[in-house]
């Protein structure tokens, strides 16, 4: 947390308390070193009083002495009596302080100085000398601890002679040291007392402060600090035990603090509820009540890393619904939505039917499911699933009313053995679900090593085919088509060839394929029309002749239902007359959904264009279905046409074929007639129109106008 680690609040205080201790010290400090000035000023005070005092008694003193002792010299001056002045001088030298005693005549000459060895008649050269014998009053010098008094001796007005008095200042008296003595003693416990009156203050100013961040620290500090674990780390229902011990203490606390853990806790109940509804909406898809992808995605990481440590395995299965887009597109969404949740019922229930534990279903997508299985021999067991699941699926479900029918796709992709992450999984199966669409949908495929590189091939193909047809490397040959009866050319039929520079000549059963799945077939369609009806019409302009064009037309350009549009502005922009345009379309672009694919062909019929049911047989449909959609012919496939000489059932069924079709009043073509012997077959059986290598390949566009001439 950054306010531990940082200057947190305790931090703050703590440097504030130190700060303050700090101050608290400096001027204890300093208050201790006025004090002992002060002390020191004090007795330097006194001592300096007590000299004082001491000097002027002993000023007083040595006046006194010497004005005592000049009043008795002036007699034996004037008389000149030496023993007299002797006695005196000796006997004042021997009071206490007195350090001499100097007695002159009126020339300032030395007449006793009290001691032996005296010499009288020497004149006074000291410094204080000359001072002395200028005074005329008692005068008082000081030098150092000396004091000289000297006073003159005058006798009728008459100045004859002096004495002079020397004292020295005593030791500090046993009196005055008592005086200072307890003085000291008293200083010194005041100083004490205040000292110890500081130390006091200053422990408990740090008591006070110790007492604050404790107080800070245990009733503020650490309940932030749970606070802050309990919101910033752990999502609800996470804290630690000892977090939450501590929690509950501070929530029954009656303070401001108690509030605060209180107010927290119904946030975070709050938290904890939305967290849970967040997630359940985050995990679920709300049409089919399934998991979504994102819950799928989490749980197969978490599945992957449990099987891998117990050596489980695994199946994932890939369903993709088979033309749902056109549900959509025809019944409307709301329908899309209710196929897709009574699907997912039926898919729930089959999955539970097969009571394997741990198998889970998920929508991945639009309409792609995700069923993971375990079980025994897995390998069976998920192909018995898919197939009920395709069955399943495929029974007609009530929609509004209308029976709707659909078939799904499935990819299955083994754990661990064709991959070991949830990624290549999915990925897998998608591959496999996209080669079971490849190999005619409402099937399942399982993954195979082989099938990446068909998916890469595919991939760059579809790469190669975007631009081919604006690189020129698409081009449009016709094969022509004729009356059996009699010979005669009728048209042709329109076959989109694409020379690669490298691949060379893709066939059209690859191509085509891969321009259906990218959604590139309708914009090669329109080219291909707009192509055929060009160059038809340039035939019938050059020769006059009826020849028409057929053109196939893929089931995703009829589902997009701009078909009559795109043929009306081919018709338009060629000049083509309509009745020279036939569109060929497989039985199974029309199956799918009978009830569009009426409208849009009568649409387009209704100019006068014909529509052949392509490839017929092969879907077999049932004849039935002549009859609901508005078509012109159906082009017997090249198989029946194959075995016609070898096969009776066929010769019989390519017979019924043209006799219903007839009765229908609807046109007869076969195609693939390789040999005289299938084109007479088929002439005398009353086939209308052929076309095959026999009587002529696919060729260009000049040859194709050449051969017309050369026939004429
Ligand atoms: P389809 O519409 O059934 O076209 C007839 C196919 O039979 C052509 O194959 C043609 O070359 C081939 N064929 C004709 N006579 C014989 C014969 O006597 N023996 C044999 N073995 N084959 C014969 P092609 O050109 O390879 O086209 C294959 C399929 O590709 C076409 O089948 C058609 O479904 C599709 N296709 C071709 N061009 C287009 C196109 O422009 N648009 C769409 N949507 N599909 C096209
Ligand atoms: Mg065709
Ligand atoms: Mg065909």
């Known amino acids: 947390m950054a306010a531990s680690s940082g200057h947190g609040l305790r931090g703050q205080l703590l440097y504030v308390l130190a700060a303050l201790l700090l101050l608290l010290l400096a001027a204890t400090a300093v208050l201790w070193r006025e004090e002992r000035a002060m002390h020191a000023e004090v007795r330097t005070l006194t001592g300096s009083a007590m000299a004082a005092l001491a000097r002027e008694t002993l000023q007083r003193r040595g006046e006194q002495l010497a004005t005592s002792f000049a009043s008795r010299m002036a007699t034996p001056i004037t008389a000149g009596d030496r023993t007299v002045i002797e006695d005196g001088a000796r006997a004042l030298r021997h009071q206490p302080e007195v350090v001499y005693v100097i007695v002159y005549d009126a020339g300032g000459r030395i007449l006793d100085d009290g001691t032996a060895m005296a010499q009288p008649g020497r004149a006074m050269v000291d410094p204080l000398a000359s001072a002395a014998l200028a005074a005329t009053t008692t005068t008082s010098q000081w030098t150092d601890n000396l004091l000289d008094v000297s006073v003159p001796i005058v006798q009728a007005q008459q100045r004859i002679g002096g004495v002079r008095v020397g004292l020295v200042g005593r030791r500090p008296s046993a009196e005055e040291t008592q005086i200072l003595g307890p003085l000291n003693r008293h200083l010194e416990r005041a100083g004490f007392s205040h000292r110890m009156w500081m130390l006091i203050a200053l422990l408990g100013v740090a008591s006070v402060c110790a007492a604050a961040v404790w107080l800070l620290e245990w009733r503020i500090l650490r309940p932030i600090r749970t606070l802050a674990g309990l919101l910033a780390g752990n999502e609800p229902g996470q804290t630690a035990g000892l977090a939450l011990a501590s929690h509950h203490r501070d929530e029954n606390r009656q303070d401001e603090i108690g509030d605060l853990f209180r107010a927290f806790e119904r946030m975070r109940e709050g938290v904890i509820r939305h967290d849970r509804e967040i997630r359940r909406m985050a995990y679920t898809d709300p049409l089919t009540g399934l998991a979504n992808r994102l819950a799928f995605s989490e749980s197969l990481d978490d599945r992957l890393l449990t099987l891998q440590a117990s050596s489980g395995e695994l199946a994932l299965l890939f369903i993709d619904l088979d033309d749902f887009k056109r549900v959509n597109d025809t019944l409307g969404h709301e329908s899309g939505d209710e196929v897709l949740s009574q699907l997912s019922v039926r898919v729930r229930l089959i ?103 068909a998916v890469e091939r595919r991939v760059h193909l579809e790469q190669e085919l975007r631009g081919a047809w604006d690189r020129g490397e698409l081009s449009v040959a016709y094969q022509p088509l004729f009356h059996l009866a009699d010979g005669r050319m009728t048209g042709a039929e ?6 690669h520079p490298r691949l060379g000549l893709v066939p059209p059963s690859v191509f085509v394929e891969v321009a259906e799945q990218s959604g590139l077939i309708g914009q090669l369609g329109r080219h291909v029309l707009d192509q055929a009806c060009a160059d038809a019409a340039s035939w019938i302009a050059r020769d006059g002749s009826k020849l028409f064009v057929s053109v196939n037309v893929s089931s995703q350009q009829l589902r997009s239902g701009e078909l009559p549009e795109v043929v009306t502005h081919a018709l338009r922009h060629s000049g083509l007359a309509a009745a020279q345009l036939h569109l060929e379309l497989t039985e199974t672009a029309v199956l799918g959904d009978e009830v569009q694919a009426s409208v849009l062909l009568s649409r387009v019929r209704a100019n006068g264009v014909k529509v052949w049911l392509d490839d017929f047989g092969t879907g077999f449909s049932g004849l039935s279905h002549l009859r609901r959609v508005p078509i012109d012919g159906v082009k017997i496939d090249r198989s029946f046409v194959a075995d016609v000489l070898r096969d009776p059932d066929d010769l019989a069924l390519t017979s019924a074929i043209i006799a219903m079709a007839h009765s229908l009043g609807i046109t007869v073509v076969a195609e693939g007639i390789e040999t005289e012997g299938q084109y007479a077959v088929l002439r005398e059986r009353g086939c209308d129109q052929g076309q095959g ?13 050449r051969k017309v001439q050369e026939l004429q």
């Not at 929609?399 to 949830?422: C, E, M, W, Y």
């Not at 329109?494 to 020379?499: D, I, T, V, Y």
């Open 693 to 705: 290598f026999w009587l002529g390949r696919p060729m260009t566009g000049e040859d194709f106008l």
């Open 494 to 499: 329109a076959l989109l060839r694409w020379q």
């Open 351 to 453: 999955l539970e039917q097969t009571n394997s534990l741990g198998s889970e279903i998920a929508r991945f997508g639009g309409d792609e499911f995700i069923v993971l299985y375990m079980a025994e021999d897995i390998r069976s067991a998920s192909s018995r699933l898919a197939e009920a699941l395709i069955e399943e699926i495929q029974r007609p479900l009530l929609i509004d009313g209308k029976q709707v029918f659909l078939g799904a796709s499935v990819g299955i992709t083994f754990f661990p053995f064709d991959a070991n992450h949830a990624g290549q999984l999915l990925k897998n199966a998608d591959i496999a679900m996209y080669q079971a669409k490849v190999a005619g949908k409402n099937c399942y495929r399982f993954y195979s090593r082989a099938m990446d590189q």
